[in-house]
């Protein structure tokens, strides 16, 4: 098998700044790892901050699993204005009186949004509607016609700050939320407006804001890494011939059972040869990242 790679290869966590967009960091972290291979998991919007994941080399080709990971965020809902991009950087579109709204009221409309709920997408949004993302539609003032979608949220508890109509929230959610559509929701379940301020996303999975790196020092860690919140299987050296050929495999042979997978198969000595998936009865490579000769 071909382990000596040449060119990086792994996993690396940035603390995006205000001000990027995701595809900064990504065109940032190209120049200073010598690398065009360079992908991120889960966009963040440019006036947002927190944990971005990338995947370098090979490594871009697990990324697709890193986007089903659970979200945390914290950020503060400002009532009373509502904007165009439902955020802060957005003009203001309408104005409410909602002086008389109290914490109790906020926490009240926070819980009706807890759970699994609907979720319109707004179209300020990455998200592809027939082939264009809606904020590159919304750029030329055109509004489409979207879907709502079901997104769980798990915690979505409210705070008060010191001004009486801003609240700070904490969400932990699925993939694919909008916290600017939550806090937009609260305002209208509030009989007023609301948008969403200082969004800081502080973790995707296991992977937090206090390991993560500033974009101008991008540490890479082993591809392993990328998937350590999925139930991962050591195999022997045979098996791992087996792997590097991109096998379809019995259950009993990879040493999964009866799980629902992926599994990310590692080596002997803890390098990640592929991920593997239910595939019938048996299992098959959905990625190899470590082939044979």
């Given amino acids: 098998m071909n382990r000596i790679e040449s060119e990086p290869n792994g996993i690396s966590i940035i603390d995006k700044p205000s001000g990027w ?27 947002a901050t927190g944990v971005l994941v990338l995947g370098v080399g090979r490594s871009t080709r697990i990324l697709r699993y890193l986007t089903s990971l659970p979200k945390y965020y914290v950020g503060h809902i400002v009532l009373g204005i509502e904007t165009k991009t439902l955020d802060a950087s957005g003009e203001i579109t309408a104005t409410h009186n909602m002086d008389s709204v109290k914490l109790d009221d906020v926490r009240k409309a926070a819980l009706e949004l807890t759970g699994e709920i609907d979720q319109m997408p707004p179209m300020v949004s990455a998200l592809k509607v027939d082939g264009r993302r809606l904020h590159e539609i919304a750029r030329e003032g055109e509004e489409v016609e979207r879907q709502p979608r079901k997104v769980t949220i798990q915690q979505f508890d409210i705070e008060p700050t010191d001004d009486p109509l801003i609240f700070k929230c904490e969400v932990k959610c699925s993939s694919g939320t909008y916290i600017r559509s939550l806090a937009a929701d609260v305002g209208t379940l509030l009989g007023g407006g609301a948008h969403l301020n200082n969004l800081r996303r502080l973790a995707i999975g296991s992977f937090t804001v206090q390991e993560a790196n500033p974009v101008e020092n991008p540490i890479l860690l082993p591809p392993s890494e990328g998937l350590r919140d999925f139930n991962a299987v050591r195999v ?32 002997h000595d803890g390098d990640l040869l592929a991920v593997y998936e239910p595939h019938e009865s048996r299992v098959k490579p959905a990625v190899v990242l470590i082939e044979a000769k």
Wanted: glycine residues 16%.
């Fill in 21 to 47: 967009t995701s595809h900064d960091v990504v065109a940032k972290c190209r120049g200073l790892l010598g690398t065009r291979k360079v992908g991120h998991s889960g966009t963040l919007d440019p006036d």
């Fill in 236 to 267: 022997s050296k045979e098996v791992a011939v087996d792997v590097s050929y991109g096998r379809v495999l019995d259950r009993e042979h990879l040493g999964v059972g009866n799980g629902s997978g992926p599994w990310p198969v590692l080596n």
